[in-house]
């Protein structure tokens, strides 16, 4: 299982599996949600049938453009049930919560609590 992130926050499953999908078969795409809205924010998990084609998705796909952001893919210690959610204290990613920029692709603002 790769964790992926840096995803826009509009970018649905559907092209991620197109993209992912290209270093081999697919188990399944957890698209990570913001805890309280339920609404997408900018990760997900990318679950392959074989450890090769994962291996090859953190070689050539890792640090790649994607929806005109560059992503990171990295080795996750698997989906369990409620992981899909942002871990941040607004809901969403902790990353998310501390960044002072302007980021229209990751919702705005920092979330700073």
Same mark, same amino acid.
Request: glycine residues 16%.
């Given at each position: 299982?790769?964790? !992926?992130?840096n995803?826009?926050?509009?970018?649905?499953?559907?092209? !991620?599996?197109?993209l992912?999908?290209?270093?081999g078969d697919?188990?399944?795409?957890?698209m990570?949600?913001?805890k309280g809205k339920?609404t997408?924010c900018?990760?997900?998990?990318v679950?392959?049938y074989a450890r090769g084609d994962?291996?090859?998705t953190?070689?050539?796909?890792?640090?790649?453009?994607?929806?005109?952001r560059i992503?990171?893919t990295?080795?996750?210690?698997?989906f369990?049930e409620?992981?899909?959610?942002?871990?941040g204290?607004?809901?969403?990613?902790?990353?998310d919560?501390?960044?002072?920029?302007?980021d229209?692709?990751?919702g705005?603002?920092?979330k700073?609590v």
């Amino acid at each position: 299982t790769l964790s !992926v992130g840096n995803l826009s926050f509009p970018t649905a499953e559907d092209p !991620v599996r197109e993209l992912f999908g290209r270093s081999g078969d697919i188990k399944k795409v957890i698209m990570g949600l913001d805890k309280g809205k339920k609404t997408a924010c900018g990760f997900c998990c990318v679950e392959y049938y074989a450890r090769g084609d994962a291996e090859n998705t953190v070689r050539y796909i890792n640090g790649t453009r994607f929806d005109d952001r560059i992503i990171r893919t990295d080795w996750d210690a698997g989906f369990k049930e409620g992981r899909q959610y942002g871990r941040g204290r607004s809901g969403g990613q902790v990353r998310d919560e501390y960044r002072q920029d302007y980021d229209a692709g990751r919702g705005g603002y920092g979330k700073t609590v």
